[in-house]
């Protein structure tokens, strides 16, 4: 079985660990829509319920994405470990908290169907992924970035295009002043 898919029956003690490598591909998550995994997800997480109505579910994810930098262009790896948790729960605990579907999907709840067997960690891993992915990566904070004019890494050397480019949106007001 895939470790995002426990079986409620592994909970006989109240809590169960989970702990395994995810491709990305389980989640949906690919090159193709923008994610650049260099290897597996690694998920390690806990389960565990009171009632056998409600299991909360609680760990972190753990992986590394490769890519350029935003403003310099550099090829860089960066690791990255996010915190996720969730709530899955069968109806009569949803029921118990008087809660309509938009409260529910707004509280990050998971319903179970009655009689279900099987939690599907899926959707949980791939919410917390995509909501933490780091839209742009950079080889570190103070990156100067490539001057626009003539393309030079601003990092390695200085140039003085930045100093004698004039912006053609600002093109006229120079010259009034220059005028003046």
């Known amino acids: 079985m895939s470790v995002l898919k426990i079986d409620l029956r592994d909970l006989r003690s109240g809590s169960f660990r989970v702990e395994g490598n995810i491709g990305a591909s389980q989640l949906g998550l690919s090159r193709a829509t923008g994610f650049f995994f260099t290897g597996p997800l690694v998920l390690r997480v ?14 972190w994810v753990s992986f590394e ?19 996720i948790s969730g709530v899955f729960a069968f109806p009569e605990a949803v029921a118990k908290l008087d809660l309509t579907e938009k409260e529910v999907e707004q509280e990050g709840i998971f319903p179970l169907e009655a009689g279900q067997k099987i939690i599907d960690l899926t959707d949980l891993v791939r919410e917390s992924v995509v909501l933490e992915y780091p839209r742009f990566l950079k ?10 004019v003539c393309g030079c890494d601003l990092n390695e050397k200085v140039c003085n295009c930045r100093q004698n480019a004039i912006d053609p949106r600002w093109a006229k007001l120079a010259e009034l002043k220059r005028k003046g």
């Open 65 to 83: 994405i490769s890519g350029e930098c935003a403003r310099c262009l550099k090829e860089l790896s960066h690791e990255d470990r996010i915190r």
């Open 46 to 59: 806990r389960i565990s319920t009171t009632n056998r109505l409600t299991y909360y579910v609680s760990g």
């Open 139 to 148: 080889c570190t904070e103070q990156c100067k970035g490539l001057c626009p």
